[in-house]
């Protein structure tokens, strides 16, 4: 078959470009070129390089330039950051140009100017390139309906990072409304590669659901550091080996290097800047950096300005930056999707492999960048677990709604539930979100003339908004991403960007710390500002962002259990790991697959568990509380806990002898509601929801209101909301939260229905190999912040390497 | 109920967690900073706060007098926060107070956010004088001891690592500061300018307020 007569893109208006170009049409974007225009929905599964973003404009472009001169806005484009928009816009630029098509096409974000929002409102571009949040802005202006009634294409980019967050659940109301607004309205989703493809599929479209997918042959080339150095025991910061990262810099063209925190950004930049004889050209990218600061950053990167860039999450997602020739990826890849994303990010081209090197900070790590490599070589990807939507989207979505008018509460429900993550959203439960809107939702009717919506006399469906005024609150509340509370950082009267303040609250006149790469001195804080000047201070501190603490997927933690297992360690590993694991297999034991080794030992008058179960932080540490009192209840003296992503270890005054009793569902069913009561993680949960449903306001119009007097009031609200009102909708809401994201409550539950069958008991006499790692957490968690420097650290374990009797390992 | 004894002008004075202060020697109780009705001020901004702080401020109120039957209550400021919050008092609760009346004489100290409110059967007064003390909203010139609130002082404790805010009594030589006794109310820095104006930095004594214990540091 003659492959040209049947390609109905060769008389698309962008083939003359991409022929000189020299590039030819992909089959992917061929078939959704064909699907989109018979009326599918369609999710497109692509690699980076794949043409990805070229195939959502396919459809819209091709419509523009036959309508000739459409007025008023025809496609939507959502992209998860602001940066990616910014680089849409560039990419989208080129073509339409060098072709002169008459389209007109702009960006719109929370960094657009205020004359450039109104203007784009007065007249609309052909093509809108925005966020999730800008989105449900624009739905909330009382001309919403006129300005997307003719909207023909909505194309979510990156949809694999919107799905399991409550950016999803603002975002998938959005797309209703606007469904509503233009009924013949088309979705077209572009992914990376994901294991459960059909779950995006039902999450994004309605009409004849189609599925495009392209899977790459040409396998990435990732390897771990091979360093002559010492891999520490534990800690995060790589400073081992720093000075072969700067090798591996020197070699390339220029290098992204990732890393997991913001912290660890700052860090890892110093140190390359305390070593760069070379004078090569390094630059930080996060996300609290001011936005200046961050598009220069972008800008040098695109324009190859720059020799390497240390980067977190915030560059992880887009188009080509230049011609970025090797990823570095320091510390543990967490995820196989999120490795293949980040090492995605270099050599924008499919048929030449990308190139990336694994630099693990501490033991574990290399154990689980081994295990991803494995992983990707098998292209066993993981899976994306969609969850039922939160209330407080809903609320904020109602509120929002009447801003743009009156309405209907049967319509908004009805439309509501069409939105795939609120399938199963009850009418009572909405109906109680409604009256959150209306007055706060509580049983005593306090409330009654100070109504924030109200029902029409006439019609007792119908709600509308008692005042203009609350329109402005709910736009300066907008969004679903609750940061923690952050001060502005002033260097003479320029701003560098938001830190922490509960970072601030610690430091005193006169001290010292790193942030955007530079020394600061801590002056004054002034209002939401802190003053600072540039200090030649040799010690500092690192702005710490309690936020972020990214999950280990559940297939990488599997992948970890059955590389740990294997015998050939010889083959897999340097001579430093082999030999620690060698000892731990003779002191102890190297668990199997499906096995939980747990080891008790007597150490310094108290007595240790540590329980190796794999199953990420977030459920260790919810299993942690558990288990404290499950050994309360045996009477074994519980002292205290530290989880990492790997283990557990207790201490206790006495010798915990039913292990094997305690460890198992009861433990999860008997405790878990008395945990969720005592820790603040559910208090925590209710600030985000009563902020996210405007129950509380993040800012007040013309008044900032610092991030203590938001957490103080919502602390308040939560205490006298439990004790008078338990079965309140937000309540209900935060535990839902909890037990979704931060205990990990249905993972934790298949660990436990197995886990008192699989246990292999270990008592020993003193702390083995395996289980260093996690016991050097303890004393970092009790150290203050001051010790938390690395020589401290380095300290301590030799310390307790000592104990261990393992010294000679190194 | 535990209390800290707080030496204050050759007097010796209770303070309680529940965050009032004991005169044992005049059989008097002292609180501060009510804020009545402080959610439905901020209801008619369309801040909905749970409705319960009227209720559950009084109840706390009725154990105090319940458990010590002073002969005097002496609320120095801000007994309720604005004109609407009166709203919130409802008939029982004017009843109530009324019952309580016939034992305990009740003194309103005027504050800066119900200055110009009235409420039936309460004496109102600018401020009110016992002894070498003054009893007031905000501190004055005088020679004289000076017992107030309106500032809700707080302290920042750092330890190990960790800050902590926390709700207290705080005093120099001439001055003693309560804390709210509201629950919807927040709190100022005992470091901040507005409390170092009136207390001084050096030679405060600070008694944060704990769950069931108030302490000393």
Redesign the interface.
Known sequence: MNINKSNPLLLHPLNKWMKKKKWSWFPHQIETFRYVRTGSDVVVFAPTGAGKTLTGFINPIDDLTKLKKFKGLHTLYISPLKSLANDIVRNLEKPIKELDLNISFQVRTGDTTPYKKQKQKQKPPNILITTPESLALLNSYENAKEFFHNLKYIIIDEIHTFLDNKRADLLSLNIERLQTFSPNLQRIGLSATLKNKQDAKKWLCRKKPKIVSYENSVLPKIKILQSKERIPWSGHMATYSINEIYKEIMKSKLTIIFVNTRAQAEYMFKNLWLINKKKLKIAVHHGSLEKNLRLKVENNLSKGLVDCVVATSSLELGLDYGDVEKIIQVGAPKGINRLLQRVGRSNHNLNTPSKAILVPTNRFEFIEAKAAIEEIKKNNLDKIDLKEGSFDVVAQHIFATACAGQFDINDLYVEIIKAYPYKNLNFSDFKELINLIQ????V?K??DQ?K?IFQLRENKNIYKL?NRR?TR?YRMNVGTIIENPMLKIKLGTKTLGNIEE?FI??LSQGDSFIFAGQVLEFQSMKNNLVQVKRSKSLISKIPSYSGGRMPLSTNLANSVRALLAKSNMRELYPDQITEWLTRQKNISKIPKKDEYLVEQFPRKKNFYTVIYTFVGWHANQTLGFLLLRGFKEFNYKPLGFVANDYAIVLWSLKEVKEIKTILNLGLLDKHLDNYLEETSIVKRLFRDNAIISC???RRLPGMEKTGK?VL??SD??YT??K???PDHILLKSSYEDAKKNMIDYDRLREILKKIDKKIILKKLTSISPLAVPIILEINRE?????ETDEYILEDLENEILKEANVLSIN | MYYQLINFGDEEFYAYPNKSLYWKRLNTLIISDLHIGK??SY??N????????T??ILNELFVSLDKIKPSNLIIVGDLLHDIFSTL?LKDQDHKNIGQYMENTDFIWIKGNHDRNIQIEGFKNFTNYEIDKFLFTHIPIETHLFQICGHYHPKV?I?H??K?IFKTSFVHNEKILILPSFG??T??LDINSKEISNVLGKKNLNIYPVGQDKVYKL
Do not use: C, H, M, W
Not at chain 1, 439 to 442: E, L, R
Not at chain 2, 46 to 53: A, G, I, S, T, V
């Open positions: 007055d706060g939702g509580y005593l306090n409330y100070f924030r008692v609350e609150k509960v609250q610690n129950l509380i306001e007097q103080f009031s308040l609200i006298v909301l004790k008078n009102e009790n150290l203050s912040k001051k | 959610s439905i209801a008619k369309k801040q909905f706060l749970p409705p319960y702080d209720k559950e919130s920042k750092i190990r690592g800050t629950i919807l927040g709190g």
